[in-house]
């Protein structure tokens, strides 16, 4: 089966900077996603990327993918505090395999 | 898009009892799966929910411990038997629509088995 893997597997900035976490998987896609999750709660689909793409953006989100490198990027610029979440990349044809995640904090 | 709702949000059980969790779709789906993440952990798939028939279980997850029901394109529960405390855990049904890659998920139901 596929499995995602974040990195850093936590991270801490100040409100304003930019966070990136990584993803890296082992098998071919036809697509990745990216969640957040707040505190325990249910999953919040950010985006999707096709493997045919290489960047896709919505709002401050940024998102890259190298399928070259089995490797994909999440970029939050100008974070807020309420940013503050564990973020998720996962692959899978008809079911999701999901890596570890990152714990990002964001400090006001 | 799908808004998934479950129930109950979260309880509190005693080991040895059961616990049922409802999920209701507000459109009609064609995959429904149930995920477990342990305390800490990322999400593990349990199974995917098939309507009118058996649920299709992934390796280390088995019918007896999970019973799963989905009678409808809209609904399906999930029932944790014999819990143990080992059992804690958030339980998160997710849909994917006809045609569609995006797959969503409920809010989650929070089990704390004593």
């Known amino acids: 089966s596929q499995q995602g893997e974040e990195d850093p597997q936590a991270l801490s900035i100040q409100e304003g900077e930019n966070a990136t976490m990584n993803c890296s998987y082992k098998t071919s896609i036809n697509n990745l996603q990216w969640y957040r999750q707040n505190s325990g709660r249910g999953l919040v689909h950010l985006i999707l990327?096709?493997?045919?793409?290489r960047e896709k953006h919505s709002g401050r989100l940024r998102v890259t993918l190298d399928t070259s490198k089995k490797s994909s990027s999440l970029l939050i610029t100008a974070s807020r505090a309420a940013d503050t979440a564990s973020y998720f990349c996962a692959t899978g044809r008809s079911t999701l395999t999901f890596g570890k995640g990152t714990m990002l904090l964001v400090s006001p | 898009s799908a808004v998934i709702s479950q129930k109950p949000s979260r309880d509190i059980c005693q080991r040895g009892t059961s616990l049922t969790i409802q999920c209701q779709v507000d459109s009609q789906v064609t995959m429904m799966f149930w995920y477990r993440q342990q305390p800490g952990q990322s999400l593990t798939l349990i199974a995917t929910?098939?309507?009118?028939?058996?649920?299709?279980?992934e390796s280390g997850f088995v019918i007896d411990k999970f019973p799963i029901s989905r009678p409808n394109l809209t609904f399906s529960t999930l029932t944790v038997s014999n819990l143990s405390p080992e059992d804690s855990s958030i339980y998160l049904c997710?849909?994917?629509?006809?045609?569609?890659?995006?797959?969503?998920f409920g809010p989650g139901t929070r089990l704390l088995v004593l």
């Open positions: 990327i096709r493997s045919n793409e």
């Open positions: 929910a098939n309507q009118g028939s058996e649920a299709t279980y």
């Open positions: 997710s849909a994917r629509t006809g045609g569609e890659e995006t797959q969503y």
